[in-house]
């Protein structure tokens, strides 16, 4: 495992430094804000209310810490969202290190954070009786995912220059046999290649405003 070490981002929140790929689990702008802008509000938000659909199965590419699919559940508690939710993580964060990440804001909170964590690998769990969560220990690569099933995509990877193989054109063409027709699939990246490798594979692709820090990222619908 490689080493993690907590940080304190601008915005007060947690993230992890791996030391040995000297990159950050989220942006050091803001891990918290981050997450909600591009996955929160330009993912499930977009997908549940502009598109109208209250039932969603998303698919997570890196559990990391955890944050994205706290955010999911916690939308999904107070929106009465029904949200099957499959993530990916080759190398799960240990308890020593995600006992103590400042996510959780309440006892609720803090409640949900640990069933999340604490959930066995690859099977499913219940967390609550409107959100199903199934951890994948494995990489995309290795993964096996059913065609045309997934509402949602998070790709939160790590960033093209520190883990290029998870941005190639065949493991994103992977990602989009996965997707439903008109599934929607967003991240924080806003890089050339991948949008014209998006474009290859057929997703309409919109440029958006970033979080505080990034000037742009990516949202394609299939």
């Known amino acids: 495992m490689n080493s993690l070490k907590i940080i304190t981002t601008q915005d007060g929140s947690h993230s992890l430094l791996n030391e040995q790929l000297n990159e950050t689990y989220h942006s050091v702008h803001g891990a918290l804000q981050e997450s909600k802008h591009v996955f929160i509000l330009h993912g499930l938000d977009f997908v549940s209310k502009n598109l109208g659909k209250s039932t969603l199965h998303v698919l997570e590419i890196g559990f990391g810490t955890g944050l994205n699919a706290l955010l999911t559940l916690q939308q999904a508690l107070t929106n009465n969202l029904i949200i099957h939710y499959t993530t990916l993580e080759a190398f799960p964060v240990k308890e020593d290190v ?125």
């Open 98 to 222: 995600w006992s103590k990440l400042n996510y959780a804001e309440s006892l609720e909170s803090k409640k949900w954070f640990e069933k999340l964590h604490q959930a066995n690998w690859n099977q499913w769990t219940e967390v609550s009786p409107t959100f199903q969560l199934r951890k994948l220990n494995a990489t995309l690569q290795e993964a096996a995912l059913k065609d045309n099933h997934f509402d949602l995509i998070y790709f939160d990877a790590f960033a093209p220059n520190k883990q290029p193989e998870m941005w190639e054109i065949q493991v994103l063409k992977k990602i989009t046999e996965a997707m439903k027709p008109e599934g929607v699939f967003v991240t924080y990246c806003a890089k050339g290649q991948l949008k014209r490798d998006l474009a290859r594979l057929k997703l309409s692709i919109e440029t958006l405003p970033g979080p505080p820090g990034k000037r742009e990222m990516v949202r394609a619908k299939k």
